[in-house]
Every structure is written in C-alpha cells, then in structure tokens.
C-alpha cells in the first residue's frame, strides 16, 4: 500500500465489508510495514510471502497447526 489513496479505498473496503458483517482477508502482504497498515485500517486476516512461500498440502498443514501469524501480529498489538 503507498500512499494516502490506496489507504483510502483499502479503509473504505473494510469498513463497507466489516458493515455487511463480513471479514476482510488481504492477499498479498509482502512487508511488515503492509501488515502494520492493513492491522490500523482494521483487516482482520492476511496472506502474502512475509508469512510464508507457497507451500505443498503436507508443508501448509504443518505451517497451520504451530503459527497463526495474522492473529499473532493482533494479538501484539
């Protein structure tokens, strides 16, 4: 995310999604910088590279049962 318009139409996206009772998953976080303003704009989850490579159905469900990184990053706040 740079700059103050994509701030705004990604707050404009949660906020529109969050009033309709849904939760906001973002794709592609890539640098802690990205998750810090996707967890202020009030994301609820994430994917991206800076969680973890793409990974075959063994490696994920390995990944999954011990880190929960979304929820670990919120949970730190």
Do not use: K, N, Y
């Amino acid at each position: 995310m740079a700059g103050d318009d994509s701030d705004a139409i990604v707050r404009s996206i949660v906020a529109l999604a969050h009033s309709l009772g849904l939760e906001v998953i973002a794709e592609g976080i890539e640098h802690s910088d990205q998750l810090e303003q996707l967890l202020e704009l009030g994301c609820d989850h994430g994917q991206g590279f800076l969680f973890s490579r793409p990974l075959g159905f063994v490696d994920l469900q390995a990944l999954l049962t011990r880190w929960a990184p979304f929820a670990d990053a919120q949970a730190a706040r």
